[in-house]
Structure formats: structure tokens, C-alpha cells
């Protein structure tokens, strides 16, 4: 099967401008930033999305946030802050199937993101 658009990246087949690699993730700027600081961090193995993951898979997710905090201090996020997100799934938004974190940061990102219109209204009837 033919590697997506990540794997092609963790693997250097196809350019993106890395900023930390170990020997669980790899991390790269988002193409299409949506702040000033805007990284991509995937596992190292190809898992899905948050939906695949197994008990087997936490070395993975632990060195995610470990290389998170480290990145932030990298770019000079740390101290004014910063936000980790994981799309999962059509609603959550998630167009690349391979478990991505972004992190964002670098502007005041407001309580929450990207949430629809009538959302207060769909929270009343939940
Ligand atoms: P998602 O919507 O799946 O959570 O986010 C996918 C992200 O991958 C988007 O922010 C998009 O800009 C980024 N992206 C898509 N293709 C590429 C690429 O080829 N290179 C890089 N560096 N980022 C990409």
C-alpha cells in the first residue's frame, strides 16, 4: 500500500521543514500554519488516529507530550503559552489519516477553536 503524506515525511521520502526528531516521533511545521507557531508531532509507528491506539502504543504517546514541552521551549512558546490538539475522525475534523498532535502557539488562541455557529445551542439540547 502506498505510504500517505506522513509516513512519506517521518521516512525523509518528501520535504517538510523537521524540528525534533527521536526515536519515537518526528516533528515538522504544518504546511499551512494557523499561527505563528504551528508543528506537527506524529509516533514514529503508523497509527490512525486516537481511535488506534493501544496500551502497547503509550512509549509513543508519552514521548509526544515529553517532545511537545520541548519544542515549545524550542520556540519560545513555553512561558506565554500554548495548545496541543489532536483532530479524530470526520466531526473532529482530522484530513490526514496518521495520528498527528498540533501544537500551537506564538498569539493569544482564545478558550477554544474552530467550534460551530450554534454550538451553544447544540450544548442545550445535549
Ligand atoms: P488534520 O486536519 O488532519 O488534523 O491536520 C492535517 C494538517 O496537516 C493540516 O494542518 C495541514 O496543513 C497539514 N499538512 C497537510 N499536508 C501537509 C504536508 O504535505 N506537509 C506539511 N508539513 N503539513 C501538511
Not at 523537521?18 to 507557531?37: H, M, Q
Not at 466531526?91 to 474552530?114: A, K, P
Amino acid at each position: 500500500m502506498e505510504k500517505n503524506i506522513f509516513e512519506k515525511i517521518r521516512d525523509k521520502e518528501s520535504d517538510a521543514d523537521i524540528v525534533f526528531k527521536n526515536e519515537y516521533v518526528t516533528a515538522f511545521k504544518d504546511i499551512y500554519p494557523c499561527a505563528p507557531i504551528h508543528i506537527l508531532i506524529i509516533p514514529n509507528k503508523m497509527i490512525r488516529s486516537l481511535n488506534d491506539v493501544e496500551k502497547d502504543d503509550a512509549i509513543y504517546l508519552a514521548n509526544i507530550l515529553i517532545s511537545a514541552k520541548e519544542i515549545a521551549e524550542k520556540f519560545n512558546i513555553d512561558k506565554s503559552g500554548y495548545r496541543l490538539i489532536t483532530n479524530c475522525g470526520k466531526d473532529g475534523g482530522q484530513e490526514v489519516q496518521y495520528l498527528h498532535f498540533h501544537l500551537v502557539g506564538g498569539v493569544s488562541l482564545g478558550r477554544m477553536i474552530g467550534l460551530p455557529k450554534n454550538s451553544q445551542k447544540i450544548f442545550k439540547e445535549f
